[in-house]
């Protein structure tokens, strides 16, 4: 009998009842009807007070909740990014879940050596070609701040060498209005000019408001340049549980949110409907050792826990981090920590999960733990998947067969059916290592790093990245050497 069409079931986490969501966005608004927020920025201070908000006796701006409600309406519900091509490959809506590094870090890991040691250019080259070759990597961000760079324009050198590097898009730091238009314009060149970026943005920006409820002159510059030039745009704070904010985990994601919020308000003040991605960051500090955690159970659970607000109260893609760890080296530790932040973020549904690749706690990138997290992205994915459940997978017609058969010789493994699916209807890792103990030791018995090293090696070695054209290139170098003057 032909079985009946069945939908298959993908796997989701819940961590928030509706009236857990809204009692934490109420929080966020009290908080800022009641406590407000500082804003060094005297135009978008301006801009507020000529909105709705007041100011009270400390100098601190109060906002009304009616300025987060329109705000929450014009802002898009997706956002779409494309790789460097202008092809649409990262469409931020709904359950659409997307991976790749972070930025920042102080140092990284040496391929060759295993040494740890300051990043240099060529560093944050080979993360992004590396992002370029492996499948479950979607975006690149710089994963480290090079020690051979000026200081003062070190964003746009590694925006550079990542566009040089990689075609897939890419999460840009910038310090101020000066390097993130600097930035615009690279991107502007690749893209086909800047009206084309903005129809087929590629990069989104990653920018930061100081916890407790302070908004510096540069972080609004970028936030506004975003807003006026439709880049996408997130801007998460540093509301981590017991330092920039409440140790328990409502009050600072109340704090996270409210944060949020006053950005989201500016950025639709500035340009009604640019895309901004909602983006609360909670982790903790942890009390010991006095480091923010990036393989804490807390992290993960208060992401999910964001996702369900995203799907309850706001309507809008967020940003996420999973694929990190607090471990030294990467180890059983590493996995562990790497694995639980990006099952629970696939999960869960965050939209753009960020970080992958990171160990001890942020400080330093790691191109091995990036090789490995990619693996655990695609073992994760198999999970979210589900179990297709038709008439094919059901195999009725072949278990009669073998059964039948059996006597006579007939076995699953040598049935024309698991020809046909085992490819498919398997996950199949390529650095978890099932062989048998003979051959694993024969083959050197090399542990998983070691692995994961040698498959960095081999895709820094071998992938090939389509070039920029000699135009783009050409405008990139005189950018870099102040040939042109983009204060206009």
Same mark, same amino acid.
């Given at each position: ?16 009842? #509706? ?50 409600? #329109?705000?929450? *309406? ?25 991976? +790749? ?93 800047? #009206?084309?970026?903005a129809q087929r943005p590629f ?21 506004? /340049? ?36 006053? +950005? ?58 999973? +694929? ?27 939209? /753009? ?13 790691? @191109?091995?733990?990036?090789? @490995? ?38 076995? /699953? ?41 040698? *498959? ?26 102040h040939q042109i003057d983009l204060?206009?």
């Open positions: 009998m032909k079985q009946p069409e069945i939908n298959t079931f993908r796997p989701r986490m819940r961590v928030l009842c #509706e009236e857990q969501a809204w009692a934490i966005h109420h929080a966020a608004l009290q908080i800022l009807e009641d406590t407000g927020f500082i804003m060094e920025h005297p135009q978008v201070q301006r801009m507020l007070l000529n909105a709705g908000c007041r100011m009270d006796r400390e100098g601190r701006l109060l906002m009304p909740a009616r300025l987060v409600d #329109e705000a929450l *309406k014009t802002a898009p519900r997706q956002i779409s990014l494309h790789d460097q091509m202008g092809k649409r490959t990262m469409p931020l809506v709904n359950g659409n879940f997307y991976f +790749g590094t972070g930025s920042d870090t102080i140092f990284t890991i040496d391929l060759d050596t295993g040494e740890r040691r300051r990043p240099v250019l060529q560093d944050t080259a080979n993360f992004a070609r590396l992002v370029d070759g492996l499948d479950n990597m979607d975006f690149s961000m710089s994963m480290g701040n090079p020690t051979d760079a000026p200081i003062d324009e070190i964003y746009v050198h590694v925006f550079s060498e990542m566009v040089k590097n990689s075609n897939k898009p890419i999460c840009f730091i910038a310090d101020s209005g000066e390097d993130i238009a600097k930035i615009h314009a690279i991107a502007s060149l690749v893209a086909g000019g800047e #009206e084309a970026l990069i989104l920006n990653y920018s930061e408001a100081i916890s407790p409820l302070r908004f510096p002159n540069n972080v609004m510059e970028k936030l506004t /340049f975003c807003a006026r030039k439709r880049i996408p745009i997130c801007l998460p704070s540093g509301c981590n549980a017991g330092g920039g904010g409440p140790v328990t985990l409502a009050g600072a994601m109340a704090l996270g949110v409210a944060e949020n919020l006053v +950005g989201l308000t500016i950025h639709q003040l500035t340009n009604k409907g640019a895309p901004f991605l909602f983006a609360p960051n909670v982790s903790v500090l942890d009390m010991r050792h006095t480091v923010i955690s990036y393989g804490c159970a807390e992290w993960s659970l208060t992401q999910a826990a964001l996702a369900d607000m995203r799907d309850m109260v706001y309507k809008l893609p967020i940003w996420a981090f999973a +694929g990190a760890t607090d471990a030294k080296t990467v180890d059983a530790q590493a996995g562990a920590e790497g694995m639980l932040s990006i099952i629970t973020a696939m999960l869960s549904r965050c939209n /753009f999960i960020h970080d992958v690749g990171y160990i001890e706690s942020g400080h330093t990138s790691s @191109l091995a733990m990036l090789t @490995l997290a990619d693996e655990l992205v695609a073992m994760s994915r198999y999970f979210v998947d589900g179990l297709r459940i038709d008439e094919d997978t059901l195999a009725l017609e072949v278990i009669d067969r073998v059964a039948r058969n059996g006597s006579s010789g007939a076995i /699953f493994i040598g049935d024309s059916h698991t020809f046909k699916h085992f490819k498919s209807a398997l996950f199949h890792p390529e650095l978890s290592d099932r062989s048998r103990f003979e051959h694993w030791e024969a083959k050197g018995s090399r542990e998983m790093q070691q692995r994961c090293n040698e *498959k960095a090696r081999r895709i820094l070695a071998d992938h090939p990245v389509t070039p920029k054209s000699d135009v783009v290139l050409e405008g990139i170098d005189a950018i870099l050497d204060r206009n």
